[in-house]
């Protein structure tokens, strides 16, 4: 939708023009460049919803400073469009058309705004495809190159936009095919299944093609020497592990992935994509993240173990099939995904989450105020990823669990992969859907817990089987 401020803009403009007596034809419909999000204001667009990335480039290693690119945008506008935004960084772009005809005018703004002015004006509820041509140096924070010379893309918040054009922002989500072509010798692995792969010319032309919605700055692409292995889940779902020349190859953890996602799935629910594995990378400019949730194939630096491949793969429910609807929500991500590895070792090694995780969390904690100082919800923009989501965030879940009991709080995970599927959500929506699976008044415990600055009271710290490791006193507030 457009922004407030411009809806009001534009009824003043019509109002002073028929108080003067003045004709107008309509208003320019220009979309909002940006979302809303209330951390990244200029992320995403307004005017159009996003139905499939096609991106296509071409990348030789011993050329780093020089992609290039030719992405085709398939959308649907949610409103007239005389003009629209997307959002690029970087590059020389060298045409755009819209439904095959070149754009009537195409300019750029601030960081990363690629504005394009069609030839013919968009009407609401229009299917349409965007297509640009594009060249130069990626310059994205997202892009990075790797030991043996080749480049991968991970980044959160931000990633798309070093590589292809986008709507920038996890609340627009779409699928997404790629084609990429490399010079002989070199692989390319990214999100989905593998589809065919042709050689001509000294180069090898990969393809790729995720089918269910994905936020961009889950999409990847892995250029390198990649080892690659290929294997299969227990219900026949294809996994693809790729290594980086240096990286370890480790067959047990690559044996134990089915178990973990069986696991997962027992807990959560159905596992939501139709591939599955992982990008192991090695020695990349490190600017990159240690392990990010990649949509159907993680990416880990170096190798993986248990308590990475839980984390990550928990994402592929929490956060990637159910992603947020703004960067205020990272929560449903973060906290989830480090809860899993403890739900992991519970399943696994019978571990006591009350004694040997909870109590010793409670016991380092407590008397460290800035342990609580990060709300879980709304932490604030450059702290979505705070440590707190991991921490504090894993210890609310199981004070949570304490307090409905099992059959309520993995029925409300289950029941939230079911209801947004493939979607996004919010963390008020998940309150309310823990309240109502467990029929309890929830709203002072997340009060405490996921709004809160302080560690929670005594009753909220230790609620349920947890109340025999509180001491006499407790907290003293």
């Not at 702290?383 to 029925?411: C, I, N, Q, W």
Request: charge should be negative.
């Amino acid at each position: 939708m457009p922004a407030p401020w411009k809806n009001r803009r534009r009824t003043a403009l019509l109002a002073s023009a028929v108080a003067a007596g003045v004709m107008l034809t309509a208003l320019p419909a220009a979309a909002a460049p940006g979302a809303g999000d209330p951390y990244y204001p200029d992320d995403g667009n307004s005017g159009y919803d996003v139905t499939e990335y096609d991106v296509q480039v071409s990348y030789d290693p011993a050329r780093p400073r020089h992609l290039a690119g030719d992405t085709t945008v398939r959308a649907v506008a949610t409103q007239d469009l005389d003009r629209f935004n997307l959002d690029l960084e970087g590059f020389q772009v060298s045409s755009v058309t819209v439904d095959g005809r070149p754009a009537r005018a195409v300019t750029r703004e601030g960081a990363h705004e690629l504005v394009v002015t069609p030839a013919r004006p968009l009407a609401k509820n229009a299917s349409f495809a965007v297509r640009v041509r594009y060249f130069g140096e990626p310059v994205g924070e997202s892009w990075h190159t790797l030991a043996d010379g080749g480049a991968n893309v991970t980044g959160e918040p931000h990633a798309a936009t070093a590589w292809y054009p986008a709507n920038d922002h996890p609340s627009d989500k779409a699928t997404f095919r790629l084609t990429a072509t490399v010079p002989d010798g070199w692989t390319v692995v990214g999100n989905g299944r593998p589809g065919a792969t042709t050689t001509g010319r000294g180069t090898t032309t990969f393809r790729w093609y995720e089918d269910r919605p994905m936020a961009t700055y889950l999409s990847t692409i892995a250029i390198d020497r990649f080892t690659v292995r290929a294997s299969e889940l227990s219900d026949g779902t294809p996994v693809i592990h790729a290594y980086s020349p240096g990286a370890r190859v480790d067959p047990e953890a690559e044996a134990l992935l089915p178990e973990v996602i069986d696991v997962l799935a027992a807990k959560f629910g159905p596992y939501p994509f139709s591939s599955a594995g992982a990008i192991v990378i090695n020695g990349d400019d490190g600017g990159g993240p240690i392990a990010l949730e990649t949509q159907s194939r993680p990416t880990y630096h170096g190798g993986f173990f248990d308590a990475s491949m839980v984390h990550e793969n928990a994402h592929q429910w929490f956060g990637d099939s159910v992603s947020v609807s703004d960067w205020r929500d990272t929560c449903l991500a973060e906290c989830f995904a480090q809860y899993a590895v403890q739900l992991w070792y519970e399943e696994k090694d019978g571990f006591d989450l009350d004694h040997g995780f909870y109590r010793s969390m409670v016991e380092e904690s407590t008397t460290d105020p800035d342990f609580w100082t990060t709300k879980l919800y709304d932490a604030g923009r450059g702290r979505e990823l705070s440590y707190a989501l991991y921490g504090k965030g894993s210890m609310m879940l199981h004070a949570l669990r304490r307090t409905v009991g099992d059959p309520a709080f993995f029925g409300t995970l289950k029941r939230w992969q079911r209801d947004h599927r493939y979607g996004n959500a919010s963390w008020p929506q998940f309150e309310a859907l823990a309240e109502e699976v467990s029929g309890k008044d929830l709203t002072g415990f997340f009060a405490a817990w996921a709004h809160g600055t302080t560690a929670p009271q005594k009753k909220y710290l230790f609620p349920g089987s947890l109340g025999s490791l509180a001491p006499a006193a407790g907290p003293a507030h």
